[in-house]
């Protein structure tokens, strides 16, 4: 069963990650037509294509850009990052649980 715990901090560090893993480097327009944010794997995509910026490299934000540039949720990308992370919280969880056992004292 899983942990409504392990699910939360899930969601958290997902949303985190799109921030931590910007900015990214773009280094030709050709680069800038699909920018991709997000960790352990990449599951957002910008294109920003329509931007012209005056130098390359460049480096773009998922804040960078107008309301026009929505961005593209890579839908598996995004169920394998939830996967990975709650098995990892639940993997933590039954350490917890199992050292908790043996160092807590009886009264």
Excluded: C, Q
Excluded at 2 to 17: D, E, K, M, V
Excluded at 28 to 49: C, Q, R, W
Excluded at 84 to 90: K, N, T
């Amino acid at each position: 069963m899983i942990h409504y715990r392990s699910l939360f901090l899930s969601f958290i560090i997902l949303i985190f990650s799109l921030f931590a893993t910007s900015p990214v480097e773009v280094a030709t327009k050709a680069d800038m037509s699909n920018v991709e944010f997000g960790y352990p794997i990449k599951f957002l995509s910008k294109d920003l294509s329509g931007r012209d910026p005056p130098t390359f490299p460049r480096n773009v934000s998922i804040g960078t850009g107008s309301a026009h540039d929505l961005p593209t949720i890579y839908w598996g990308a995004l169920i394998v990052n939830i996967i990975i992370l709650v098995g990892f919280f639940e993997i933590l969880l039954l350490i917890f649980n199992y050292l908790k056992k043996y160092f807590t004292y009886a009264k």
